[in-house]
């Protein structure tokens, strides 16, 4: 396996959405949550003070359009109140103040306009890749993309197709569930695609609205951490089977890790007010697990020179600080100590989900590596699954 990446393109959510913000929108909306105390250590203990979205929080915290008879109808209501014994001018004053109660945004409400951003940001990450790389669109021969909180049919893939002008028999691989490990996991398959034909160029593109788990009316600990936590942000690089002027990347070797038993532990559910994602406590616990193999197949594939190879560099995105700790905690002893600085500096920011190793990748490059520095890119998701790879800066 040998495929070569060039630097990738990224453009962070416009709308900066500080901690603050969303502390004081949380504790006016739930005054006597059990975790109302608490909520100012539980944000900083995120160590995320700002993080960009494609839309601004009063977008995600703003009524649905319709009042609090949307579901049941005005009709209705009035034919009830009048059955009742109502007089016409008792019941207009009802429906006037079950009217004036807000109702929380339908799904469409929440997603229609973080689909539109979704697929505009990723126009400007595909474009900006496709400029970094020296290429046009009619270069492209394969398309990935991944969009995990906004579903759509037709999805992302075929709206770039068009925005790009993509080739007619350009192959379009969507991948929308692949969330946090879309990642290393569409690196993993686009090495996969030049390996088969070296002369196939693969652009890779994730667009990532996840400020569209912001539930407002959730009171659940988990939610006010999801709250705290996501950003916004959409990534693209180009992957060829040959090197070029602009590759930076060299990768090397791919591994897979899945977890059985473990769908339950994160996951998103649809319901009648949009995308909630759900976290289970025990959920680091089990992505350490995945670090832990990791371990393993670098130890494998370094066995003949256990003593003097590491990483120079760790490009992880496990999801939270307690992963990082732990993948410092078990990693091997004579291990230089900073691997993971640029996974920090970018989860300062907020968790990118699937963008987020593209953009630990572009800190990196843009710090400035030399020439046969090893990284190892790594990123583990719901399911619980993981993908991690193996390269040489170029």
């Not at 034919?79 to 016409?88: K, M, Q, R, V, Y």
């Not at 180009?238 to 990347?249: A, H, M």
């Not at 998103?268 to 994602?277: I, N, Q, S, V």
């Amino acid at each position: 396996m040998a495929a070569y990446l060039c630097p990738p393109a990224v453009i962070h959510g416009e709308h900066a959405v500080k901690t603050s913000q969303i502390v004081a929108e949380v504790r006016d909306r739930h005054p006597h949550a059990a975790w109302a105390p608490r909520v100012d250590g539980i944000a900083a203990s995120t160590g995320i003070e700002t993080r960009g979205w494609m839309l601004p929080l009063e977008t995600a915290v703003a009524p649905g359009d319709g009042g609090g008879l949307r579901a049941f109808g005005v009709g209705r209501a009035q034919e009830a109140l009048a059955s009742d014994g109502f007089t016409e001018q008792d019941v207009d004053r009802v429906i006037a103040a079950l009217e004036a109660v807000p109702a929380p945004q339908t799904v469409q409400e929440r997603t229609a306009p973080a689909w539109e951003a979704v697929q505009a940001y990723g126009e400007r990450a595909a474009r900006g890749a496709l400029q970094i790389a020296a290429l046009d669109a009619a270069d492209v021969d394969c398309l990935i993309t991944s969009h995990s909180t906004t579903p759509a049919l037709p999805g992302l893939d075929i709206a770039l197709s068009n925005k790009l002008a993509l080739r007619p028999d350009a192959m379009l691989l969507p991948a929308t569930q692949w969330a946090c490990v879309a990642g290393t996991r569409s690196l993993a398959l686009a090495a996969e695609l030049v390996a088969a034909d070296p002369d196939r160029v693969v652009l890779v593109v994730i667009s990532e609205a996840l400020s569209t788990t912001y539930q407002p009316a959730d009171d659940t600990l988990e939610s006010l951490i999801v709250r705290l936590l996501f950003a916004d942000t959409a990534v693209a690089a180009v992957v060829t089977g040959r090197p070029r002027r602009e590759s930076v990347l060299r990768l090397d070797g791919a591994w897979h890790h899945t977890l059985p038993g473990t769908q339950d532990l994160h996951r998103l559910e649809t319901r009648a007010d949009g995308t909630h994602f759900v976290m289970d406590r025990r959920g680091p616990r089990a992505v350490q697990e995945t670090v832990t193999a990791m371990w393993e197949w670098l130890r494998s594939r370094y066995q003949d020179d256990p003593d003097s190879w590491h990483p120079d560099m760790l490009l992880a995105h496990p999801g939270g600080t307690r992963v990082l700790e732990y993948m410092e905690q078990t990693m091997p002893e004579a291990w230089p100590s900073g691997l993971l600085d640029y996974s920090r500096d970018s989860y300062a920011g907020g968790n990118r989900g699937g963008a987020a190793v593209f953009d630990i990748l572009r800190r990196a490059y843009d710090a400035g590596q030399k020439a046969g520095d090893r990284a190892v890119l790594y990123a583990a998701a719901p399911g619980l699954t993981a993908t991690a790879l193996d390269g040489e800066w170029l």
